[in-house]
C-alpha cells in the first residue's frame, strides 16, 4: 500500500518553529499574501459547474442521514 | 498480565470516529446505492488487511487498533484506536483517510459492478437535508450530570476552529456558516445521535471499569490537522481541569448555548456576543480565550500530559489569528479557506449564482481525489494546516499506538485466525470456545485471556 500513498511529504508546518506572524506585522502580511495566493489559485482551477451539472451533482451525491 | 496498571497522571484518552460520504456507479454510468458501495469498500477491506470481524457483522477491527465498518446510513466509518496524544489522533484519521482512498481505488479496478466511485469527507447533503458527523470520544472522571454546564459553553465556541464551512440551507443568496451541521442541533442536551440532536449527547457509557466516556456528535468531518489536534487537545485538557474542580464558569455560563452556537456558527469576524450569566455579553474568541486561559495556567501541572504545554501554545497562536479575521487563518483551517473562496465568488457575481451551483461547488472542496479542492490545494502545498511530528499515515494503518490498549488488540489482530475469534472494544474473544482476551482496562498494553461464562457466539 505504501507505494500507492498519495501524500507527499509537506514543508509547510502550522506549528512550525517559525513565528506565526501573531506578533509581527510581516507574518501577518505573508500570511494575508497565502490567502490571496490560494483564491487566485481556486479562481484559476475551479470551474463553476452549470446549473445543470450543479443540479445532477447534488442529485447524484444524496446520502442517507448518518449520525 | 497488564503491563501498565491504571494511573490518574495518565488519564488523557480518546479516539475519533469519522463517517464519509459515498456515491458509486456501474460501468455503464448508473447510480448504485450506497450501502451496497460501503458494503463493497468493506469486503474489499477484509481481503486487503488484517483483521478480526467484529459483533456487528459489518465491522472490521484493524492491526493498528481500530476499526472500518459501514454505520448508519450506509456511511463507511472509520474509528481510529485509543489514543492519549492529539498529534496521534490526526495520524491515525489521516491512516484512514488513505485507507479508504486506497479502497475506493481497489474497488472500481476489481469490482465487476462498481465503475465510478466519489468519496467525499463531508458532513451535510444539500440536496436531502441530512447530516452525518465526526465524533469523538474521551475517558473522563467527572459526574455526567455535572458535565454539560462545564464542556457546552466549550463545544459551541470552537467551531471557530473546529467548524468545516459551508452553506446555511433555506437562506437565500445561500448564506456562509462556519458549521453548516450545527444547525441540525435543536437543544442543548439530547441522548440521540440521529434526531433531535443535543449539543451534549448524554450517552455515556462505562469505560475501563473506572471512568466514563464523553461522546460528542457536534464536530464535523475535517481536511486541517491543525483544527482535528486543537479539537481533540483543547476539549481533552478541559476536562482533566473539570475533573480536578478547577475550572471556573465565571463568564462562561451561556444562557441559551443553541442560540449562541447559531450565532457563532453565522458570524466569520467572531463579533457576535450572546449573553452569559452574570449579564455579561461574550464573543466566541472571548469564551475560548478565557478557557485557554485557566487551561494554560495548569499546562505544566503535575496531572497534565507532556503534550499540553504545545497544545497550549497553537491554541493560543489560533485565537490570536482568528483575531485578525478569516484571511489570516484561510490555508490552515476547513471553514476560512472554503470562505475566501465563496465571499469572492459570491462579491464578484453579486450574489446571483444560483445556490446549487455553490453547493456543488461546496462538495468538490471535500472530494478525496485529484480533482477535490482540499486535495489539490495540499498537493500544491499552499495550506499551512499541518503538524510537525505527525506523518508517516502508511505506518499507522499497520501498526497501534503504543500506549493504549489498542497495542493489545492490534497484536492479536495480527496474530489471531479470524474464523476463529472476534472482537469488540473491550476484548476479543474464541467463536467457538469461552475464552476471552480482556482488554477492559484503556491503559493496559497488554491483555489476558479469561474462561468466560456467557456462551460463545455461534451457541448463542
Known sequence: ?67 | MSTKSFDRSHACLFGLETEYAVNGYSKKGDSIDSEEVSLALLEHAVTLLPHLRGLESRRLFLSNGGSFYVDIGGHPEFCTPECTDPKEVVRYAWAGDLLLITLAEDVCRYSRKIGQLRLYKHNVDYASKTTWGCHESYLHFVDPEKLPRYIIPHLVSRILYTGAGGFLLGTYPPKFTLSPRSWFFKSPVSDSTTNHRGIFNTRSEPLGGFGRRMHVILGESLHSHVATYLKIGSTALILLLVERELLSLESLDLLDPVVALHAFASDPFSKSKVPCSGGKFQTALEIQARYLDQVQRYAEADFMPRWAPELCRTWRNMLELLKEGPEAVAGCLDWATRYVFFSKLQSKTRNSIRPERLFSLDLKFSKLSEDGIFFHLDRRCLLNHRLKGVNHPEDALKTPPSDTRAKARGEMVKKLDECRYYCDWEYIAEAKGRRRYNLSDPFATSGEWRENRALPRELA
Open chain 1, 1 to 67: 500500500m505504501e507505494e500507492r500513498t498519495r501524500f507527499a511529504r509537506r514543508e509547510v508546518y502550522f506549528d512550525s518553529e517559525q513565528d506565526l506572524g501573531v506578533s509581527h506585522n510581516a507574518g501577518l502580511e505573508q500570511i494575508r499574501a497565502q490567502a490571496s495566493e490560494i483564491e487566485q489559485v481556486l479562481e484559476k482551477i475551479v470551474k463553476v459547474p452549470t446549473e445543470e451539472q450543479a443540479r445532477k451533482e447534488l442529485l447524484d451525491s444524496q446520502q442517507e442521514s448518518g449520525q
